[in-house]
């Protein structure tokens, strides 16, 4: 005897049959109404079973037909939510992740006359943005701004050095005298401003 006579047979119950120790519940169909056996399990988890995936898929298709054009809809009438229109917008300024204690620069949306310094995604460093205000132009990749009071945040103008390559900035730093280099600028040089 195969397992379909045996539990088919009469002296099993027509609706909870049992197969090893688990039981199996004959239930029918939500979409054809043909009786099937399941498992008790499917039937918690499932709202309306179904016999088959054509069933199954049948079932989908009808669900998706009542349901499908909420997504065209959506498209059409939404509005893009760039830049400030974005509830999240925080003024276009993010920061880099610092590690320790270090806090990284803060990176700002670059103007357009000045998006050569830009990264692709359109933001620049801070202190490299005003600097390249306050001396009226875009500075090189080599050039490199450094911060007097040695905090990455704060970018007020007569707290920048403009060095031409970073060489020059470490030779600064430990206080050698870095031959041609224009190391504060002052108001009176401002260009921009």
């Not at 199996?24 to 099937?36: F, H, L, Q, S």
């Amino acid at each position: 005897m195969d397992l379909r006579q045996w539990l088919a047979s009469p002296s099993r119950s027509t609706s909870t049959k049992t197969k090893g120790f688990a039981s199996v519940i004959t239930t029918n169909c939500a979409e054809c109404g043909k009786p099937y056996q399941t498992w008790p399990r499917t039937l918690r988890r499932v709202k309306s079973p179904t016999c088959s995936r054509q069933c199954n898929g049948k079932a989908r298709g009808r669900q998706w037909g009542t349901h499908g054009h909420k997504g065209a809809a959506a498209r059409k009438t939404f509005t893009p939510m760039f830049g400030a229109k974005n509830p999240a917008w925080k003024g276009g300024v993010t920061h880099k992740r610092g590690k320790g204690n270090y806090l990284g620069p803060r990176y700002v949306r670059c103007p357009p006359k000045l998006l050569a310094m830009a990264r692709r995604d359109g933001y620049v460093m801070e202190h490299r943005l005003v600097m390249a205000l306050r001396i009226g132009r875009t500075l090189l990749r080599t050039e490199c701004v450094n911060h007097i009071n040695r905090n990455p945040r704060d970018n007020r103008p007569e707290n920048l050095e403009l060095y031409p390559t970073n060489g020059d900035h470490k030779r600064g730093e430990v206080g050698r005298f870095v031959d041609g280099v224009a190391n504060q600028l002052y108001p009176e040089d401002s260009v921009l401003l």
